[in-house]
Each structure stands twice: as structure tokens, then as C-alpha cells.
């Protein structure tokens, strides 16, 4: 009798296994028909149906008995999204020093962000040319000035250094043709949305084209292509040259955006007041642009962009996610943190708020696990990016290798090319020195077109993908030790920030 009871013991699923059967396609398949139905229009970042969208998910949590991890006592925390109009004729440039000149809002120059304070900005105009990667000069001294780059934009890393600079301006060098120049102008005279990810009140970042800029500069004894063309990092004042700016911008509406955040208290006494963060961004791109925008297309009469793979797929993951831990008895030693967040599409607008104002101590968080786009492509495969960069690589190599009744393979980044690294919400949490691995299929046909449609999700891979994330975030929430980051990938990736 004893021995037919161990063998029954032997045979009966245990406590995780038990959590991980109930993430199930059935389950997925209906959250993502709810989440990317045409009813929530896209949910773009601010919209009424993203808050739809987010109030459904803060009552499934509330369901599952979550604490809640928003702003006072609730499941959502929300961010400014203030709309305003830079005023173009209130808004004009001069030079002073050398040849001195006029520059007209619109015709010579626009303002590239909406983050300044309506005033007058001025500083002595430096020259910044060749790599910004490899300055060499004393940037400190760049602080206050306006600095001019040879350069069309501002990218990734750049824009960040630069802005480090605290400068009182940053000119880039407009080579755009006219037509461009017109669709710039066109878009900068509309109300747009304040970055939330920067904090109000400068510095300035403007673009003036080139035809306007040359001669100023040839009189000061600088040529921009030249400047244009080094490779060199070099810092060259311009004979005392001054830039003056001045500027309005008009407050058009006053909105604001949602994240969903919902905690399982761990059951360690210790190790409950650190957290492994399971995260997807709820928002998509809304409804379809005109024809040429380079946005969503119509097909048809279909105009919405569903967003069921971007990133209904992770949004519902997590949710499930949260069902089976919340289920689970004993509960996982370190507690965790389910977050939903808005605005990845617009600059990872949610998450970068949520790793600046975090609900929990940022440094008591030991890992975020990331979910975008797990709903199409191979049945067996999962590409986990950032394995390479930290021991959570190896942690998902063996568990992974623990439950081949999965039948899904976790693999490098094989698409280095195309930084994914740095393009969702993950990337916030890595740029605090938490530890992360971003699960990820890849683009289709459909990406950020009508047809990322809820009938094209394959739910019972989705399922077995969650699963797989599961079983990682009970080990990593159970383990002695906390993830660590490889010390290279640590001074290359957090050590920038």
C-alpha cells in the first residue's frame, strides 16, 4: 500500500507544473481577442480604449488576488502626456557676432522636441564634428553653449551623450530637400504629445538647414562640409559667435497615459523584498495613417491596427503569467511584479517612466524578463535576446533543457544588425543595471499592419513559449543568489547611462 502511494506521489504533477497546465491557448487565444479587437482601435498611447484595455487588465489582477503596485492604492500608474503647439510666430533665431543673422521659424529653422519652457535660450555656438563615441575634448566646457553638429539627427547613444553635455541648445545641420523639409515643417506645426522620458525645460534641439547655416558659417571661418565629412572628434569655436533663440510653445490639452502594475508578495521572509519583473507593453500604433505616411495601411475597409502579435501576444502572457503564480502554493520566495506598460511604440515612453519612478526600490528588482511578439513564426524556437549578458543566458539554457515537453528552444539574438537589444521596454530596466532577457519571434508580413490580426495567433506555441518563461521566473525568484551580469556587458551597456 505504501509503495503504491509513492508511486502515485511520483506520478502526480507538482506545484509548479499544476501552475504552469493552467497557461493554456484557450486562455490566450480569448485574452487576445479582447485585448486586439476592433473595438480597442489600435490602442494607441494616449487613447480611451488603451485605458480600456488597461482598466481590463487591473481588474483581472484585482480577480487574482494581486496587490496592487500603482499610484495610490491601485493597478495603474500614470505618466504625463501633455499635448503642445510650438508657436512659429512667436518663435525666431538670430547670430550675433561675425556677418550676424535672422533665421525664420519654418523657412530656416524648426525645433526638433517640445520639452522647453517658452523663453529666450542663448550661448556662445561651438562646432562638434567627426564620431560623438570618441570625444576626446573637454565636454565639460560644452555645458551652456549652443552646439552645432555636423550631423542631420540624433540617434540612440548620441542623442544621450550630448545631451549629458547640458548644453543650452543643440543645432543639427539640415541637408533635407525641400519637399522633406516641407513635410517636417507641416508636422511640426501640429500639437504633439511632450516626451515624457525628458524632464521639461531644455535644452533646445533644433535643425536649420544648411543653406541658411553655411554662410554664417563661412564667415566664421568654419566649413560644414568639412566639419561633415571628419571622422575626428573636435571642438571648434566659432570667433565668440553668439546663437539666440527665441520661443513659445502653448499648452493644447492636458492627458495622460496608464501602466498596469499588480505584485505577488513572496513567500521568503527575506527574499520577498526583492523582484523579478515579468513585462509587456500593452499599447500599439491605433488606427491606420493616409496613404504614403509610412505608418499603417488601410486594406480594404479595414483601418485597424490590431496589434494581437505586437504586443497583444505579451500583454496576454504576462496576464497569464500572473494567473498561475497567483495560484501557486507555496508561493515563489521572491515576490513579483506584473507590469503592462504604454507608449513602447512611441519611444518606450511607459517603462522608461516606470525604471525612473519606480514602485518598488529600482535596485531591489533582480531581473525583468520582457515579452514582445510571441504569438507568430517557428513552433519550436524562441529567440531570448541578451542571453549573452548575464547568467540568466545559462539559467534559461538548463531550464529549458529540464522540460523538454515543451518542445521550444531558446536561442541567441540572430538579428544583431537590427538592435533589437535597445528597441523594447526592457532596455529601460537594463539601462538601471537590472539584469534582463527580452523573449522575442520577430517581425512578419503583418508587423505594424491591419493584418497582426487575433486569427493569425498561434495561441498553443504562445502557451508553451509562457510556460517556458514561467518555469525561468520560479527559478530565478527561488534561487539563493540574484542573477549577475557579465562584468563586460555591465561597463558597455549600463556603464553609458
Not at 132 to 151: E, N
Request: contains cysteine; negative net charge; hydrophobic residues 40%.
Amino acid at each position: 500500500m505504501i509503495a503504491l502511494l509513492l508511486v502515485l506521489l511520483a506520478q502526480s504533477p507538482t506545484a509548479a507544473e499544476r501552475a504552469a497546465q493552467t497557461i493554456s491557448p484557450d486562455d490566450i487565444s480569448r485574452r487576445i481577442h479582447i485585448i486586439a479587437d476592433d473595438s480597442m482601435k489600435g490602442r494607441d498611447t494616449p487613447s480611451p480604449e488603451l485605458d480600456k484595455v488597461a482598466a481590463y487588465i487591473g481588474g483581472e489582477y484585482r480577480r487574482m488576488g494581486l496587490k496592487p503596485g500603482g499610484d495610490g492604492s491601485t493597478f495603474l500608474q500614470r505618466y504625463s502626456l501633455d499635448r503642445v503647439r510650438i508657436s512659429a510666430d512667436s518663435s525666431i533665431a538670430f547670430v550675433h557676432g561675425g556677418p550676424g543673422a535672422t533665421l525664420k521659424y519654418g523657412a530656416d529653422f524648426l525645433l526638433l522636441d517640445n520639452t522647453f519652457e517658452s523663453g529666450d535660450y542663448a550661448g556662445e555656438l561651438v562646432l562638434v564634428s567627426g564620431a560623438l563615441s570618441g570625444a576626446t575634448a573637454d565636454t565639460a566646457a560644452l555645458a551652456g553653449k549652443m552646439v552645432l553638429l555636423a550631423l542631420p539627427r540624433l540617434r540612440g547613444g548620441d542623442r544621450e551623450r550630448v545631451l549629458g553635455w547640458k548644453p543650452a541648445g543643440v543645432v543639427l545641420a539640415s541637408s533635407a530637400p525641400d519637399s522633406i523639409w516641407a513635410r517636417l515643417v507641416a508636422r511640426n506645426a501640429r500639437a504633439q504629445p511632450r516626451d515624457p522620458t525628458r524632464a521639461v525645460g531644455g535644452p533646445l534641439v533644433l535643425s536649420i538647414r544648411a543653406p541658411a547655416l553655411q554662410p554664417v558659417m563661412t564667415a566664421l571661418g568654419a566649413d560644414l562640409t568639412t566639419a561633415q565629412s571628419t571622422g575626428t572628434f573636435a571642438v571648434t569655436k566659432l570667433s565668440g559667435a553668439q546663437l539666440h533663440v527665441h520661443t513659445r510653445v502653448e499648452s493644447v490639452e492636458r492627458r495622460s497615459a496608464p501602466n498596469v502594475v499588480g505584485i505577488l508578495e513572496g513567500s521568503d521572509p527575506t527574499l520577498k523584498n526583492e523582484y523579478v519583473v515579468f513585462s509587456a507593453h500593452m499599447d500599439h500604433i491605433g488606427i491606420a495613417g493616409p496613404k504614403g505616411s509610412g505608418s499603417c495601411q488601410a486594406r480594404g475597409a479595414d483601418s485597424i491596427c490590431n496589434g494581437a502579435d505586437d504586443d497583444g501576444s505579451g500583454t496576454a502572457a504576462v496576464v497569464e503569467l500572473a494567473q498561475a503564480f497567483a495560484g501557486m502554493h507555496p508561493r515563489p520566495k521572491r515576490s513579483i511584479i506584473f507590469l503592462n506598460v504604454s507608449g513602447e511604440e512611441k519611444g518606450l515612453w511607459g517603462s522608461h517612466y516606470f525604471t525612473d519612478h519606480p514602485t518598488v526600490p529600482i535596485t531591489s528588482i533582480v531581473a525583468d524578463l520582457n515579452i514582445d511578439m510571441i504569438g507568430r513564426n517557428w513552433k519550436d524556437t524562441i529567440v531570448a535576446i541578451g542571453k549573452e549578458h548575464s547568467d540568466l543566458g545559462a539559467t534559461l539554457n538548463r531550464v529549458a533543457a529540464e522540460h523538454p515537453e515543451l518542445d521550444m528552444r531558446p536561442i541567441d539574438d540572430i538579428w544583431p544588425e537590427q538592435d533589437f537589444y535597445r528597441r523594447s521596454d526592457h532596455f529601460n530596466f537594463a539601462r538601471k543595471g537590472v539584469p534582463i532577457l527580452f523573449f522575442f519571434s520577430g517581425v512578419h508580413e503583418d508587423y505594424h499592419q491591419v493584418g497582426d490580426s487575433p486569427d493569425k495567433i498561434d495561441s498553443e506555441k504562445e502557451s508553451r513559449v509562457a510556460r517556458l518563461i514561467f518555469y525561468l521566473g520560479l527559478d530565478v525568484a527561488d534561487a539563493a543568489e540574484r542573477p549577475k551580469w557579465n562584468p563586460d556587458s555591465y561597463r558597455s551597456i549600463v556603464g553609458g547611462y
